[in-house]
């Protein structure tokens, strides 16, 4: 079965940092571009950051450049989303999602949240001001 595990969600003050995991299994993790996106109370869901593992060309919302950092460890089977200055703003759902590398651009993944492939369960990320 196809398993995609967010985990490292919580509750932080802002400026604050946490460290998202997606743990993937039951797909050849090396064919597949994942991605990181959140919902917030009565918005839509929305791309944060997507990497495509065949170039290592990764996409931030502008939201949260400068502030998160994607990564893959491939031996693992993970992927992170490290998160730093937290604004409470970034209070959401956050959930990791897959599309095969071959559908669209890494851009074209974070940007369509709808076309992705396989979803996980998200990891609720809580910003105190």
């Known amino acids: 079965d196809v398993q995609l595990q967010a985990s490292g969600g919580g509750l932080v003050q802002a400026g604050g940092s946490l460290t998202l995991s997606c743990a993937a299994s039951?797909?050849?993790?090396?064919?597949?571009?994942i991605g990181w996106f959140r919902q917030a109370p009565g918005k839509e869901r929305e791309g944060v950051s997507c990497?495509?593992?065949?170039?290592?060309?990764?996409y931030y919302a502008d939201s949260v450049k400068g502030r998160f950092t994607i990564s893959s460890d491939n031996a693992k089977n993970t992927v992170y989303l490290q998160m730093s200055s937290l604004k409470p703003e970034d209070t959401a759902v956050y959930y990791c999602?897959?599309?095969?590398?071959?559908?669209?651009?890494?851009?074209?993944?974070?940007?369509?949240?709808?076309?992705?492939?396989?979803w996980g369960k998200g990891t609720l990320v809580t910003v105190s001001s």
């Open positions: 039951g797909f050849t993790f090396d064919d597949y571009a």
């Open positions: 990497i495509s593992k065949s170039d290592n060309a990764t």
């Open positions: 999602a897959a599309n095969p590398e071959s559908a669209k651009s890494v851009a074209g993944n974070c940007n369509a949240y709808y076309g992705m492939h396989y």
